[in-house]
């Protein structure tokens, strides 16, 4: 086993074909590359340590060249946890586990073409997500960014820090499909919940900011006019955010495995009428968001 040097993450001991793999890094604060890695056969239980580890140390990792059949895009999720199923998946015949991600000609959405959290309207949203592209647009586009909310919330002043954290937010499923022109009827089973706005990264322990354009209806110590204006201020700071952002560019057979705690994304749909396709593994956080102290 040899310790990571360099761009491949401070501290994180690397193992078998992670000892072996190329690293470069997306950005300083966010985002790691991992080339030359074959994550088709089964980890051992020290790479598995080694993967969750590099997951820890740069949030978003990509790893390029991957030819993963359904099965071991699983296993690969269960390296992190528990397979989480999408509430659209609850009741399905197909694979409750596999999300799939597609855009083109006649798709009336992108799918996550806000910046949001995976599913933060659930009571225990998702702790990580893999998502494997196999299509990309032939002329290019259909990058995806992440943003890093421990930075941003780390970036706002000491007296705007202090107050967010006695504040808790609204977050509700059917804010987001309304994004898609999907309106469920009012009986209807479909998450929502409230969470402290500032929460404790469970890994690491650092306060991050939990709330996001695409699920956070209101927050709820505040009147309707202060939450939209208080939302639409944090909404603003996490997308101009450049500092702690950075750009996947996507390859057919690259894997995406990023941490849905720390951090947001955005899929860019600058692509039509070409297609995008891919599917998305996602992985249960068995604790609820706990308030930052
Ligand atoms: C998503 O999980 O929100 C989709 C991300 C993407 O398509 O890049």
Known sequence: MSAALGPSGQGVDLAGRFAAARYTRLTPRLGCELDDVDLSIPLEVAEAASLRGLFDAHGVLVVRDQRLDREAH???????????????????RGDRHIFKVAADADTPFNNGGSWHSDLSCSPQPPLASLLLLRELPPSGGGDTLFADMCGIFE????????WLRTLSAFHDGRKDLRQYGIEL???????????PVVVRHSSSGRPLLLVNGSFTERIVELGR??????LRFLCRRISAAQAFQCRVRWQPGTLVIWDNRRTQHLALWDYYPETRRGERVSVRDPRVPIAAD
């Open 74 to 92: 699983k296993a690969l999720g269960r390296v992190f946890g528990e397979l989480h199923t999408h509430p659209s998946r609850e009741h399905t």
């Open 155 to 162: 970036s706002l002043s000491p007296a705007l820090q202090a």
């Open 185 to 195: 009827d009012p009986g209807a089973d479909y998450p929502s919940a409230v969470h």
């Open 225 to 230: 006019e202060e939450s939209d204006a208080l």
